[in-house]
C-alpha cells in the first residue's frame, strides 16, 4: 500500500485493504478501514460498505477526523516533537 493508503485517509476515503504490516501513529485501527485477507472478503466487504451507506460514512468521517490529528503536516511534525520530548 505504502503512499497510497495515506493518500485515501487524507481523502476521508473508505478504505479496504491487506492487514497492515506496520504500527501507524495515534488510534488508527478497525474502525478506520476494511481488512480483508481473500478475494471474498474483499468483494464482501466492498458489498458492505455499498449497502451500508452509514457504516461507509462512520469510517470516511473516522479518517478525516485521523488525518486532522495524525498525518496533516503540521500535526505529523508536533507529534515527531512531542514524541521526542517524551524521552528527554
Given at each position: 500500500?505504502?503512499?497510497k493508503?495515506?493518500e485515501?485517509?487524507?481523502?476521508?476515503?473508505?478504505?479496504?485493504?491487506?492487514?497492515?504490516?506496520?504500527?501507524?501513529?495515534?488510534?488508527?485501527?478497525?474502525k478506520?478501514?476494511i481488512?480483508?485477507?481473500?478475494?471474498?472478503?474483499?468483494i464482501?466487504?466492498?458489498?458492505?460498505?455499498?449497502?451500508?451507506?452509514?457504516k461507509?460514512?462512520?469510517?470516511?468521517?473516522?479518517?478525516?477526523?485521523y488525518?486532522?490529528?495524525?498525518?496533516?503536516p503540521?500535526?505529523?511534525?508536533?507529534?515527531?516533537?512531542?514524541?521526542?520530548?517524551?524521552?528527554?
Amino acid at each position: 500500500m505504502g503512499w497510497k493508503f495515506s493518500e485515501y485517509i487524507a481523502a476521508s476515503r473508505a478504505i479496504s485493504s491487506e492487514p497492515l504490516h506496520y504500527l501507524l501513529p495515534g488510534d488508527f485501527g478497525e474502525k478506520n478501514y476494511i481488512e480483508f485477507t481473500s478475494e471474498d472478503k474483499l468483494i464482501n466487504g466492498i458489498i458492505d460498505l455499498i449497502r451500508n451507506k452509514e457504516k461507509m460514512i462512520s469510517i470516511m468521517h473516522n479518517n478525516y477526523i485521523y488525518y486532522n490529528n495524525y498525518v496533516r503536516p503540521d500535526n505529523l511534525v508536533l507529534n515527531s516533537i512531542l514524541e521526542v520530548f517524551k524521552y528527554i
